[in-house]
């Protein structure tokens, strides 16, 4: 079922180089950002002083018209990245093919980079999309990088993304007590109204836990109430399975190996947890002799 076996629903090879260290993966610093808006700012100034200078008054013109210029393109450079963004967080959202996702958010975050904003957005969903297609490492590097650059700090729409990814992502390769940090994190950054983005995390870290019944709790309070598409309610009930299966109740084998088949349809689905976790991977071994 996993590595290179046959009928793993994970490619060989991904498609998609690993992180590199340079300054298109890095956000800008506050400084820097100040720093370039600064330089944009200077033609107009220039422009300014040169018609007090000389005498010219259309001098003064071709400085307002500049720096409405600057700003105009600026917007529509944000726009369109606005966008794009949506677009692949969409593909993602909807279980897109993570290599796919990847491939062009690569672009994106080479064209944001002049927009720390949308350039750290950008690189949180390449390393969820990397995370989706097995790449801990890569993507934990990612999401470290957005965190420490700062530009989400204050965007709970985002942070609902990024601290229960890093907390999951912990957790999926074992390290509990970084996850519990993280999920920790997150539950003091998110409001009320966004606490909900825990669910996937916590029962994660609560399965590595062996809190099953806790796990199945939460799970069924959550998709109980949750407006969630079909795909991520059988992520949840895929987890739920393996929970009921390792708290002595489980589930019907027919349920099962359908929610296995169904996993093994959709790759990109979700955190692919049997990359990192035996129990798991033999879990979904054990119910996949029909499911394919």
């Known amino acids: 079922m996993t590595g290179g076996a046959e009928g793993s629903p994970y490619r060989e090879g991904a498609t998609v180089a690993p992180p590199e260290r340079g300054a298109r993966y890095a956000p800008m610093t506050r400084r820097e950002e100040r720093l370039r808006r600064w330089l944009r700012s200077v033609p107009v100034l220039l422009l300014a002083l040169a018609a007090f200078l000389l005498e010219r008054p259309w001098l003064l013109g071709v400085a307002i018209a500049w720096g409405i210029g600057v700003i105009v393109v600026a917007r529509l450079s944000a726009r369109s990245l606005n966008a794009r963004l949506k677009a692949l967080a969409g593909t993602l959202a909807r279980d897109g093919d993570p290599f796919v996702a990847a491939r062009a958010l690569e672009a994106i975050v080479a064209d944001a980079r002049g927009y720390p904003g949308f350039h750290s957005v950008a690189l949180l969903f390449l390393g969820i999309a990397r995370a989706r297609g097995g790449d801990a490492d890569g993507a934990l590097e990612l999401l470290t990088v957005v965190q420490r650059g700062g530009w989400l700090d204050h965007r709970a729409v985002w ?112 955190l692919p947890l049997e990359k990192w976790w035996a129990d798991f991977a033999a879990f979904l071994d054990r119910h996949a002799t029909d499911a394919a």
């Open 159 to 270: 942070l609902a993304w990024l601290l229960p990814w890093m907390s999951q992502l912990h957790a999926a390769r074992g390290d509990i007590d970084e996850a519990e940090r993280w999920l920790q994190a997150a539950r003091a950054a998110l409001p009320p109204d966004k606490q909900d983005a825990l669910v996937s995390a916590e029962a994660v870290l609560g399965l590595r836990c062996s809190r099953d019944e806790e796990v199945i709790a939460a799970i069924d309070a959550y998709v109980g109430i949750a407006e969630a598409s079909d795909p991520v309610r059988e992520h949840y009930a895929l987890l739920r399975a393996f929970a009921c299966e390792r708290a002595g109740h489980p589930m019907p084998e027919q349920e099962v190996r359908r929610l296995v088949a169904s996993r093994m349809a959709a790759p990109g689905r979700a």
